[in-house]
């Protein structure tokens, strides 16, 4: 059976905030304790990268003590302005193989739902430091 996801957008007059069902709650708008749109989508694909190389790594059974994914979008000079690049800095720590861990880096791009839909409107580009 299909996994249901629901959220619930409540704004006023300029800002808002994002509800999920476990009572999360996240600030929505222009302020500094705000999350904008493109900072969300920003925010979505670096966890949905992260976690689906979790997954990978895992069975690779590669050793790491952490990850950073520093994320770049650039949009567009149009009417409706789409996101045209993202770059994405990986700073991979602790790591024992990083052949290994380029490898089920690699493969997180692949099967990360976010990066392919991404990938269907802006180039993609990530690039590896070790730590």
């Known amino acids: 059976m299909a996994k ?11 800002d808002g905030k994002l509800i999920t069902d476990s009572g999360a709650t996240l600030g929505l708008g222009e302020q500094a304790h705000e999350f904008a749109p493109y900072e969300l989508l920003l925010g979505a694909l670096s966890y ?26 650039v949009k567009r000079d149009e009417k409706v302005a789409t996101l045209e690049t993202c770059d994405i800095t990986v700073t991979a720590k602790g790591v024992t ?22 990938s269907k409107v802006a180039t993609m580009r990530w690039t590896t430091t070790f730590a």
């Open 48 to 73: 949905c990268l992260f976690s689906t190389f979790v997954s990978i790594a895992q069975k690779m059974q590669l050793e790491y003590t952490g990850v950073d994914l520093d994320v770049n979008g």
């Open 4 to 14: 249901k996801i629901h959220t619930l957008a409540q704004f006023g007059m300029e």
């Open 97 to 118: 193989d990083q052949g290994k861990f380029n490898k089920a880096f690699e493969n997180a791009t692949r099967y990360c739902t976010m990066f392919q839909t991404l």
